[in-house]
């Protein structure tokens, strides 16, 4: 069984950093792309930023040159660094990866940490 395990929200300033983590445990033979989505309130789950096992990137255009995503293939956890939040960047993220588990490729979600950028 795969899991995907969030941690890193919280309350941030407008202005300041935050840093989302993303492990992934159990059984996992390879894990393809990685990526965060969030949901704010009354909103559609959006992409924020993506990332394939060989590190290319994507982001949505409202976070592009203030979120990074990487990946520490090693740890098979992704990060999300957040600069300069704003607060419409206030939401529930959630972590996303597609692994195969020896058995099927199949996606997997963690199970959401709030982000909450308020003075």
């Known amino acids: 069984q795969v899991q995907l395990v969030e941690s890193g929200g919280g309350l941030v300033q407008p202005g300041g950093s935050l840093r989302l983590s993303c492990a992934a445990s159990g059984s996992i033979f390879s894990i393809y792309a990685m990526a965060w989505y969030r949901q704010a309130p009354g909103k559609q789950r959006e992409l924020v930023a993506s990332?394939?096992?060989?590190?290319?990137?994507n982001y949505a255009d409202s976070v592009k040159g203030r979120f990074t995503i990487s990946r520490d293939n090693a740890k098979n956890t992704v990060y999300l660094q957040m600069n300069s939040p704003k607060p419409e960047d206030t939401a529930v993220y959630y972590c996303n990866a597609r692994i195969f588990d020896g058995h099927r490729v199949g996606d997997y979600w963690g199970q959401g940490t709030q982000v909450t950028v308020s003075s």
């Open positions: 990332i394939t096992s060989g590190g290319s990137t």
